[in-house]
Antibody, heavy 119, light 110 residues
Framework: EVQLVESGGGLVEPGGSLRLSCVAS????????MNWVRQAPGKGLEWVSY????????YYADSVKGRFTISRDNAKNSLYLQMNSLRAEDTAVYYC????????????WGQGTLVTVSS | QSVLTQPPSVSAAPGQKVTISCSGR????????VSWYQQVPGTAPKLLIY???KRPSGLPDRFSGSKSGTSATLGITGLQTGDEADYYC???????????FGGGTKLTVL
């Protein structure tokens, strides 16, 4: 069974940093592309960042470019999102999702982890 | 404002059919596959349709997808109260080098 489990969310002050983790199981993690997608309270889905299976190709949404860094450790079946210079508008539930390029689908999603940026 | 445009809400009676539209551009829907997601409030999104019109294993054929030009459509027949959820379309935008989603459509089964 495919499972994605996020952790690392919490309350942080504006300008602060946070590192999210996503541990994958039930599939060959190193063979799959991954996305981070967030959802602000009461709002829709917003794509945040993408990494290829090897980590050699990475993309970011303009809203987080220069502040967030996506990475992965295929030996640990783990995906990360380092978030710096956090703003109130970054408050959201952050989901990791298994992606399939070419098809451009996210076929499995984690349960999400809530990040709240507030003083 | 989302790159892909969806109606904010749709509604229909149990047993009826509903369609949800998703409008984009040549750089996204016009040149890439579209997927659809169902999200019950408080839970994670779930893949419903991929490659424009394919269903994941186990999903009932009440759900269907289609694409024409720069627009895509999700169809749901035999509506059930359990279908009440938010629905999102998504794809890749080749010009933006970004994954994009629609703003979401809230389905109410009256």
């Amino acid at each position: 069974e495919v499972q994605l489990v996020e952790s690392g969310g919490g309350l942080v002050e504006p300008g602060g940093s946070l590192r999210l983790s996503c541990v994958a199981s039930g599939f060959t993690f190193s063979s799959y592309e991954m996305n981070w997608v967030r959802q602000a309270p009461g709002k829709g889905l917003e794509w945040v960042s993408y990494t290829s299976s090897s980590g050699s190709t990475i993309y970011y949404a303009d809203s987080v470019k220069g502040r967030f860094t996506i990475s992965r450790d295929n030996a640990k079946n783990s995906l990360y999102l380092q978030m710096n210079s956090l703003r109130a508008e970054d408050t959201a539930v952050y989901y990791c999702a298994r992606a399939t390029g070419g098809s451009y689908r996210n076929d499995y999603w984690g349960q999400g982890t809530l990040v709240t940026v507030s003083s | 404002q989302s790159v892909l445009t969806q109606p904010p809400s749709v509604s229909a009676a149990p047993g009826q059919k509903v369609t949800i539209s998703c409008s984009g551009r040549s750089s996204n829907i016009g040149s890439n596959y579209v997927s659809w997601y169902q999200q019950v409030p408080g839970t994670a999104p779930k893949l419903l349709i991929y490659d424009n019109n394919k269903r994941p294993s186990g999903l009932p054929d009440r759900f269907s997808g289609s694409k024409s030009g720069t627009s895509a459509t999700l169809g749901i027949t035999g509506l059930q109260t359990g279908d009440e959820a938010d629905y999102y379309c998504g794809t890749w935008d080749s010009s933006l080098s970004a994954w994009v989603f629609g703003g979401g459509t809230k389905l109410t089964v009256l």
